[in-house]
């Protein structure tokens, strides 16, 4: 997972951010997260899968999710 490891070089240089992951994908991005020692670091999951879903769907999803990223992005 790219994004585990994005997120860790970004938050060791001071810049917020945060994951977006499938719940199929929390077991990898817990692992990922606590192999570059950040094992607490929040991320937000989305329902699985995303990959059929069409655009509008897929917008409506997101919208529910802006808060906690929102949330994620200014701790």
Not at 42 to 60: A, F, G, I, Q
């Amino acid at each position: 997972m790219c994004s585990v490891h994005d997120t860790v070089e970004f938050e060791k240089r001071g810049i917020p951010s945060t994951t977006i992951i499938t719940e199929a994908f929390k077991t990898a991005a817990d692992f990922q997260f606590k192999g570059k020692g950040m094992a607490d670091h929040p991320y937000v999951k989305l329902p699985h899968p995303v990959s059929n879903l069409t655009p509008d769907e897929m917008r409506s999803i997101a919208k529910d999710f802006v808060g906690e990223v929102a949330g994620q992005l200014q701790s």
